[in-house]
């Protein structure tokens, strides 16, 4: 059964003692600085507008997240290496740091890690992530994982990367209340028709960054995409998914 987006209890399992590295974060602040590049591995900054700031990412996976938090609706900020916790496993004292810390529109906030969906077949790997998302849970918090199979959409990737692109632009109020007052009187319309109307294909894009305009992401942008007015923020809104203990199935 799969556990996504759901926090399943541990039963019995005999817990890991952990404690935190540090008390409060300061803001922006990193537990951990990102590594530099190495042969073979790539890393980087994604520009985001809705931190207003570069955001580090450590491999590919990781910046196809960003995407995706940075798009999401109800996600309202997110931050990379936001604190490091230290475990007992094997008794030993090994630290540990989340990948992301996302905070959304109803007040919860959840640790998330970046994985390969095949590390998670490694028995000592998903024991240590059982062992952090215990903790967390014990306190009141949220973790969970998000793989290569959530993130890969060779389509919505595309689509947010054309988006991004448009973030900066700046629309007048005239022009929204144009936009609202018209769609709302047709019930939707096509890019087409929107970018005729306002002359401008390019301030239909930034209504749709700004949230001013809803499309479905999981379809390539088209002449006929059909736009609508935005219905409201909620979890239907997530534009990802991600896996829960204990099995993170």
């Known amino acids: ?4 987006n759901t926090v399943v209890p541990f039963g019995t399992r005999q817990e890991a003692q952990l404690r935190l590295k540090s008390g409060p974060l300061r803001k922006e602040k990193r ?6 590049p190495t042969t073979g591995r790539v890393v980087g900054f994604y520009p985001s507008t809705k931190n207003n700031r570069l955001v580090a990412w450590e491999s590919q996976l990781e910046q196809k997240a960003c995407a995706l938090f940075e798009f999401s609706p109800d996600v309202v900020r997110y931050r990379e290496q936001p604190i490091s916790v230290y475990f007992e496993c094997d008794g030993q004292m090994r630290r540990y740091t989340p990948d992301f810390e996302l905070h959304f529109q109803d007040g919860r906030s959840i640790y998330l890690e970046v994985k390969p969906f095949a590390k998670l077949e490694d028995a000592d790997i998903k024991r240590r992530l059982q062992q952090i998302a215990r ?3 014990l306190n009141g918090r949220q973790f969970g994982v998000i793989t290569d199979v959530e993130l890969y959409n060779p389509t919505l990737q595309l689509n947010l990367k054309l ?3 448009h973030q900066r632009i700046q629309v007048s109020d005239e022009v929204r209340q144009r936009v609202v007052h018209w769609i709302a009187t ?7 028709q929107l970018a005729e109307l306002l002359n401008s294909p390019i301030q239909v894009y930034a209504l749709i960054v700004q949230r001013v305009l809803h499309v479905d992401l999981l379809l390539p942008f088209s002449p006929t995409t059909t736009l609508h007015l935005p219905e409201g923020i909620g979890h239907e809104s997530r534009l990802f998914s991600y896996r829960t203990a204990p099995d993170f199935e």
């Open 186 to 192: 047709a019930g939707s319309a096509t890019f087409e």
């Open 31 to 36: 537990a951990r600085e990102p590594v530099r």
């Open 1 to 4: 059964m799969s556990s996504k």
């Open 135 to 137: 903790f967390w849970e």
């Open 163 to 165: 988006l991004r692109a």
